[in-house]
């Protein structure tokens, strides 16, 4: 299963447009009826990092996942997610 990592890089290689992937992926608050994430003094954070300009090559030592049949390993992606910011707390990806 891709995660967040390997979703978000290999749907900009397919689509190109920011905007249109944001709207994709968050499109599921809308169908559960969730109010949409603000950022604002005093709120907990809830984003993804990510640097649209860099290019790289999955291998599985960026995955978590123990499964080794992943259908973007050794293909080259644009678009790499750097962390997130869940609850004030920062997760890297190294």
Known sequence: ??????????????????NTI??????????FNLPPEEIGIGRQACLTLFNPNENFIFTNKQGYSLSHNN???EKPLRGRVLGTIIQNKIYLNQ
């Not at 978000?8 to 920011?18: E, M, R, V, Y």
């Open 1 to 18: 299963m891709a995660g967040i990592q390997t979703a978000f890089s290999a749907t900009f290689n397919l689509i190109g447009d920011i």
């Open 71 to 73: 259908a973007f390993l």
């Open 22 to 31: 944001v709207q994709r992926f968050t499109a599921a608050r809308n169908i």
